[in-house]
């Protein structure tokens, strides 16, 4: 029994223990199939992410923001030297003769511009070649491509690039817009074998080492663009084995998702090519400008050579620190040119003796345009998410590039003169120019100095407007037409007003007389405040408050007697936006600085509809209209008479207490200006609106062009003879008329306190009768 179960010993042994080799291939197998579900887990993932990003949100793009289309026609007002101040502003070269896009000329009396192609999503602009000629600051004659024309345009100039928070800046450009020769030298010198391999090319890393070897240096890298791109788009640049595996295996998927031209676009738009300081040049498109202040498809062989040889290395290649490096660099992409007959014999040793013809700073060309720029910054949150911002969008604006170097340049000089004049220092300023029919903001100065990218007076300086707020008092009166005309008769004598502190208020007009009775229409020409404050009480502060929220201001006002003399305090765009309903014919729209946006594939994102918003009757704006004429032509801007010589415009002036602030607005036929000049600490600046803001308005009008205003009288509105004594309408003679336009609807008429009597002739004394 013993050896029995001695015998079974070894088989029942053999039975729960398995051999060791079949252990290993079932532990193997397991680890094999463990391993595999891992990898294709991991190669889903991986597709994922290559797919996320490729077909989502593949950068955040700077946005570009546009300025308008500048119009210019025969007769209108023109400063040549602005002019090409603008144009070089905006990339274009000056030149001694005009041969290609963005070139231009100047002498004394003519300005030629060879216009670059534009597309834009309600104008196309082609080339063309623009002569301009002037004659005493007047454009005489225009031309384009030789032939007379009434007027020319020049195309939208990108005025700034909002970068996003990652600090990656570029342009994106499409394939179709990149040369044929720069992406054949691309080809040639970063993947020959692009349009045959499926994402990674074995052949491609043994030639490399082989042309390295050669050379005895690296010429040549062994990752297939698609790598690159990979590496620059989805990985970090660290050197580990891991990494490597993850370029190969997203290199795959990229390619058997994507076709080659897509791949290849990316790849134009996604390489990084330089350091612009804390923002990274990214992209062919913006590198393009970077280095040559060219768009892309203007380089010349030498150029396109020296781009695609920095892209082995932008730091070690840096043209502006390493010349010499970067020359060698680029002449050895232009033999591999020559030698691939992707240029001729000539090109070759021209280009290899030329310099490396990059611009004269790394620094790009900085726009001083801070205050504009925080106008639109305000906007665009309201109109697009962030994510929509990020896309490569274009926006389009109100801006007028020519109106905003006038501005600066008369700003600088005409507070020059008043410091010296009144004996000041440190005068501020702050302006807006607005198209008064669109509410577009044309230009905007927040400092004296443009370049100072700090406090914005134009959007953000809230100072007590004066005077500038009567004609929100003056308004709701004009249109109770029954009741109040410009004749009506105002008090002008001493008041003594109460506080609810129980202290006293006894407000003076300005030059400290009394009138004891005066016109409507001189307390609004001449700014009286005794007048103004009476006819506001008659009207109830309500009703002003209301006038002044109809007209556009929509801040909470304290209703007290002192806010009828402008003890509100606005900023400058706000008193821009309370008067555009008044310079509109009674039409109210909305200050603004964004007109359109549009994708990077042209496609409208977004576009300002006009409001079309009648706020003041036709016949109420007409006769505040000509009330504000008669300011400039007789009242407090009477100067305008002179300095705008025989100009029809009208305007406000506004000074508040111990001359602090010096206020004007005024407007044209076409535009709408607001104009501050103060200091910042608030103290006394012995300058009033007329001799101050005024000042300022007027030397931008000569110099910008003065269209005069053309306001045509509604209907129910007539020329109306008042008597002087009683401000009632009559019919007959009087001792004493004044003549004032007048809603006749209804109007009722009276007979003469004093008429004229009619001096018989010596035959009618003679023969007697009546």
């Known amino acids: 029994m013993t050896r029995q179960k001695l015998q079974q010993s070894p088989n029942s042994a053999k039975k729960v223990k398995p051999p060791f080799l079949r252990w290993l291939f079932i532990t193997s197998l397991k680890l094999v199939l463990l391993t595999l579900c891992f990898l294709v887990i991991y190669v889903i993932y991986l597709d994922a992410k290559v797919r996320d990003k490729f077909e989502g949100e593949r950068w955040q793009i700077p946005v570009q923001v546009f300025s308008k289309v500048e119009r210019i026609s025969i007769g209108d007002a023109l400063s040549l030297p602005i002019l090409a101040q603008m144009l070089e502003r905006s990339g274009y070269q000056k030149v001694t003769k005009v041969w290609r896009s963005n070139q231009f000329a100047l002498s004394s009396t003519r ?46 100039q990108l005025i700034a690039r909002i970068v996003p928070e990652s600090k990656e800046d570029r342009v994106l450009v499409g394939l179709e817009s990149v040369p044929e020769s720069l992406l054949d030298t691309l080809l040639l010198v970063e993947d ?22 050669v050379a005895g240096r690296t010429v040549q890298g062994g990752s297939t663009l698609t790598q690159q791109l990979v590496k620059n788009m989805y990985l970090t640049r660290e050197k580990t084995l891991i990494r490597k595996v993850n370029e190969a295996i997203m290199a795959l998927l990229l390619e058997y998702r994507y076709s080659k031209d897509q791949l290849l676009e990316a790849y134009i738009n996604e390489v990084y090519l330089g350091q612009h300081y804390a ?38 290649y840096d ?12 002449d050895l992409v232009l033999r591999l040119m020559f030698e691939h007959h992707l240029i001729d014999v000539g090109t070759f040793e021209s280009s290899v003796e030329s310099d490396l013809a990059i611009r004269d700073s790394r620094r790009l060309k900085k726009q001083h345009f801070y205050n504009y720029m925080q106008q639109v910054k305000r906007e665009l949150p309201a109109l697009l998410s962030g994510y929509e911002q990020s896309a490569g969008i274009k926006v389009f604006t109100g801006f007028s590039m020519k109106a905003q170097l006038m501005l600066e340049q008369v700003t600088a000089k005409t507070l020059t003169s008043l410091e010296s ?37 134009a959007l953000d300086a809230k100072r007590p407007i004066g005077s500038l707020i009567k004609p929100a008092i003056y308004l709701p009166a004009l249109e109770q037409y029954q009741q109040f005309s410009f004749a009506t008769l105002i008090e002008d004598k001493p008041i003594t007003m109460g506080s609810d502190q ?11 007389k009394f009138r004891g009775q005066v016109p409507l229409i001189d307390g609004l020409t001449q700014s009286l405040n005794i007048p103004t404050i009476n006819l506001g009480m008659m009207l ?44 509109n014919q009674g039409y109210y729209e909305q200050v603004h600085a964004i007109t359109h946006i549009v994708s990077h ?3 409208t994102l977004w576009q300002y509809q006009p409001r079309i918003e009648q706020r003041i009757s036709a016949q109420g704006a007409y006769l505040l209209n000509y009330a504000l004429q008669g300011v400039t032509k007789s009242g407090t801007a009477k100067s305008l008479s002179w300095r705008l010589k025989g100009k029809q415009v009208a305007g406000k002036t506004g000074t508040t207490n111990d001359q602090r602030d010096s206020w004007f607005i005024g407007y044209d036929q076409q535009h709408l200006m607001t104009t501050w000049i103060g200091h910042d600490d608030n103290k006394p600046t012995k300058l009033t609106g007329s001799s101050g803001a005024l000042v300022l308005f007027a030397d931008y009008m000569k110099l910008a062009g003065t269209k005069n205003l053309n306001w045509q009288a509604p209907d129910y509105i007539a020329m109306t003879d008042f008597e002087r004594s009683t401000g009632n309408a009559v019919k007959e003679k009087c001792q004493q008329i004044d003549k004032y336009p007048a809603i006749t609807t209804e109007l009722l008429y009276s007979n003469c306190m004093a008429a004229v009597k009619e001096e018989r002739s010596w035959l009618e004394k003679l023969f007697g009768g009546d």
Do not use: C
Request: no cysteine; proline share 5%.
């Open 502 to 512: 129980g202290k006293q208020w006894q407000p003076k007009n300005y030059d400290g």
């Open 111 to 156: 300005l030629i511009i060879f216009r670059a192609a534009f597309d834009s999503t309600d104008q196309e602009f082609e080339r063309a070649k623009l002569t301009i000629d002037v004659s005493n600051a007047i454009v005489s004659k225009l031309h384009q491509d030789n032939r007379p024309v009434k007027h020319v345009l020049i195309e939208p």
């Open 601 to 603: 594939l042209e496609e």
């Open 192 to 213: 020959r074998d692009f349009y045959f391999h499926k994402g990674v090319s074995p052949l491609g890393i043994l030639r490399a080492l082989y042309q390295n070897l």
């Open 421 to 457: 004049k009144y004996q000041q220092q440190g005068l501020q300023a702050a302006a807006i120019v607005t198209d008064k029919a669109t509410g577009e903001i044309r230009a905007i100065i927040g400092d004296r100095n443009p370049t100072n990218n700090g406090f914005n007076r």
């Open 319 to 330: 043209p502006w620190r390493k010349p010499e490096r970067a020359k060698k660099r680029r």
């Open 279 to 316: 923002n990274g040049i990214y992209g062919m498109g913006l590198a393009s400008e970077f280095y040559f202040g060219r768009d892309i498809n203007q380089l010349s062989a030498a150029q396109m050579a020296l781009l695609i040889g920095v892209i082995k290395g932008p730091s070690y």
């Open 540 to 583: 109830g502060l309500d009703t002003i408050g209301q006038s002044i929220e109809m007209l556009g201001y929509q801040e909470s006002i304290t209703l007290r007697p002192s806010m009828l003399l402008g003890a509100v305090n606005m900023s400058p765009f706000d008193v821009t936006q309370m008067y555009i309903p008044i310079a």
